[in-house]
């Protein structure tokens, strides 16, 4: 079993900056692929950034590219997601997602982005609001 913990939402301006953080403990040695959803109101849970972290190969939708920036640490099993010039189309609950994958980061890359059905591990969500 793998327990996900995220932290770091707020509420804040349009433009703004925050840090999210999501620590992983438990079974974590076999989780090699990691991503940050979210969900805003009335809308479908999307994945927002993604990692194959053994390949250290990331992914980004682009409404976030040049925005947000995915980081791991391996010694602390954290994820991070730097999120820079926030936009109110940001605001939602951001979950962290884990789980395990083989093969190329070629292959990963044309399977990207994942769908809520391809993580088994999953965090409470941390709120981001973007106010204008």
């Known amino acids: 079993q793998v327990q996900l913990v995220e932290s770091g939402g707020a509420s804040v301006q349009a433009g703004g900056s925050l840090s999210l953080s999501c620590a992983a403990s438990?079974?974590?040695?076999?989780?090699?692929?990691m991503a940050w959803f979210r969900q805003a109101p009335g809308a479908e849970r999307e994945a927002v950034a993604t990692?194959?972290?053994?390949?250290?190969?990331?992914y980004y939708i682009d409404s976030v590219k040049g925005r947000f920036v995915l980081s791991h640490d391996d010694a602390k099993d954290t994820l991070y997601l730097h999120m820079n010039d926030l936009k109110p189309q940001d605001t939602g609950m951001y979950y962290c997602?884990?789980?395990?994958?083989?093969?190329?980061?070629?292959?990963?890359?044309?399977?990207?982005?994942?769908?809520?059905?391809?993580?088994?591990?999953w965090g409470q969500g941390t709120q981001v609001t973007v106010s204008s």
């Open positions: 438990g079974s974590t040695y076999k989780n090699n692929y």
């Open positions: 997602a884990a789980d395990a994958v083989t093969g190329s980061r070629f292959d990963w890359l044309n399977r990207q982005p994942p769908k809520v059905r391809d993580f088994t591990y």
């Open positions: 990692i194959y972290i053994g390949a250290n190969t990331k």
